[in-house]
């Protein structure tokens, strides 16, 4: 059974920082690309950023490039999103999410993944 959990969210200022955690376990972590994603209060689930298979090529929402790093440790099975310059709009549920098929590149499409976490609340305030 494949299981994603998320960890890392919490209460942070504007402008500050939050690196969330995804541990994966179920199946070959290292074979499969990862994506994050995030849903806040009255919206959609939107895109964040994603990572390849390798950890070679990532891509980002226009709204976090530049604050927002994807990272993967594949021989620890986790999937990092490093939160710099937190704004408030930034606030939502962010969730893991993995790939339905292996060696794939990455992807904005949450139709792509086929696993995902519980989520993680980050919720940023003065």
């Known amino acids: 059974q494949v299981q994603l959990v998320e960890s890392g969210g919490g209460l942070v200022q504007p402008g500050g920082s939050l690196r969330l955690s995804c541990a994966t376990s179920?199946?070959?972590?290292?074979?499969?690309?990862m994506g994050w994603f995030r849903q806040a209060p009255g919206k959609e689930r939107e895109f964040v950023a994603t990572?390849?298979?390798?950890?070679?090529?990532?891509d980002y929402a226009d709204s976090v490039k530049g604050r927002f790093t994807i990272s993967r440790d594949n021989a620890k099975n986790t999937v990092y999103l490093q939160m710099n310059s937190l704004k408030p709009e930034d606030t939502a549920v962010y969730y893991c999410?993995?790939?339905?098929?292996?060696?794939?590149?990455?992807?904005?499409?949450?139709?792509?993944?086929?696993?995902w976490g519980q989520g993680t609340q980050v919720t940023v305030s003065s």
């Open positions: 990572i390849n298979w390798s950890g070679r090529s990532t």
């Open positions: 179920g199946r070959t972590f290292s074979s499969y690309a």
């Open positions: 999410a993995g790939a339905t098929s292996q060696y794939g590149s990455t992807s904005k499409r949450a139709s792509r993944y086929a696993y």
